[in-house]
């Protein structure tokens, strides 16, 4: 590169880019060397840049240094901000409309009530920030970072959001009816009162997600990991918990009408008085489960894995325990009348109280 004796002012970088888009575009066409002439050192002299208000819609801005720069209520809509470093930049009520923001830094940038409709931000940085309410629908989200960010009530209707991370991020109440949720990372989230329904979540990573009274009425849930998560009173009908890791997790209060949880790992869980009359649960593991009270009235529990899980007062009235195993289980007032007992390991099982197949009750 030549040797540039020239170098810009502050209030000569403010004058360029207040003229607007049209001009910032011409000057910027003009001088590309000079822009990749200035050092990262250099352009920190342009931190104190206020941009409020100013009109660059459709702008050239690939790779600028906003960083920490006010552009609140600024015009950005179709600008092309990718690979900008915008992190702490204040865009409260800035329009960024169908902008480019793909590949952008934007953590901790203040967003109230800015415009993102249409706006691309795959593989954009916005980890820890603030977009409580945000309307992302239909937007391009892809391989998003969004690591404890705030999205609570955010609305991801139909938005791609293919490989984001949410790891950590507040989604209370957020809507994600017909996003595409591949490999998408929702491990530690909160989302409490989410709508998850109908979505394709197989194989997912969701361990300790709070989902506390969220929508899965059915979702696809196959083979997904939800190790330690939050269930209680969440809308569950008809989800396939298909292979699913259900390991310590607490549920309470959920509706399991026409959920599929064949083969799930419930190891170490709490789903206490649940009703699994008439389920197919075949091969399903509640191995040191806790299941007082629950209902398995003609369930088929096939080659199900009872071992030490707690199964005091529990109704298996003509339920289907073929090969079941029962091994140190406590079965203390449980009802087994009526029930297919063959080949089930009952060894050290705390029988107490328990009504046997032929009605008769163990001593």
């Known amino acids: 590169m030549s040797d540039i004796s020239y170098s810009l002012t502050q209030t000569e970088m403010l004058s360029l880019i207040q003229k607007g888009a049209g001009f910032w575009n011409e000057w910027r066409a003009k001088n590309l060397e000079l822009l990749e002439y200035i050092s990262e050192a250099e352009f920190s002299e342009y931190l104190v840049l206020n941009l409020s208000e100013v009109n660059l819609s459709g702008a050239n801005l690939k790779k600028f240094n906003f960083r920490q720069v006010d552009l609140s209520w600024a015009d950005l809509s179709g600008a092309d901000l990718s690979g900008a470093k915008l992190y702490k930049a204040n865009l409260s009520g800035a329009n960024l409309s169908n902008a480019n923001l793909s590949n952008a830094n934007l953590n901790g940038a203040n967003l109230t009530a800015a415009i993102l409709q249409g706006a691309n931000l795959s593989g954009a940085n916005l980890s820890r920030t603030d977009l409580s309410e945000f309307d992302f629908s239909q937007a391009t989200l892809n391989k998003v970072n969004f690591f404890r960010a705030n999205l609570s009530q955010a609305n991801f209707r ?19 009816r017909e996003a595409d949720m591949t490999g998408v990372k929702l491990g530690g989230a909160k989302l409490v009162k989410a709508d998850l329904s109908e979505l394709n979540l197989a194989g997912l990573n969701l361990i300790r997600a709070d989902l506390k009274a969220a929508n899965l009425s059915k979702t696809n849930l196959t083979a997904a990991n939800l190790s330690g998560a939050n269930l209680h009173e969440a809308k569950i009908s008809g989800a396939k918990f298909h292979k699913a890791n259900l390991c310590n997790i607490i549920v309470q209060a959920v509706d399991l009408n026409e959920a599929d949880l064949s083969g799930a790992n419930w ?90 197949p032929n009605g008769t009750k163990y001593k």
Request: hydrophobic residues 40%; glycine residues 10%; proline residues 0%.
């Open 267 to 356: 190891k170490n869980s709490h789903i206490w008085g649940f009703n699994f009359s008439g389920f197919n649960l075949s091969g399903i593991n509640f191995s040191g489960t806790n299941l007082r009270q629950a209902n398995f009235h003609k369930t088929n529990l096939i080659g199900a894995d009872f071992s030490n899980a707690s199964l005091q007062s529990a109704n298996f009235q003509e339920a289907n325990l073929l090969g079941v195993d029962f091994s140190q289980a406590y079965l203390y007032g449980a009802d087994l009348s009526g029930a297919n007992i063959l080949g089930a390991d009952l060894s050290s099982a705390k029988l107490s109280g328990a009504i046997m």
């Open 158 to 176: 139909k938005a791609n959001l293919s490989k984001c991370k949410f790891t950590g991020a507040n989604l209370e109440a957020a809507d994600f």
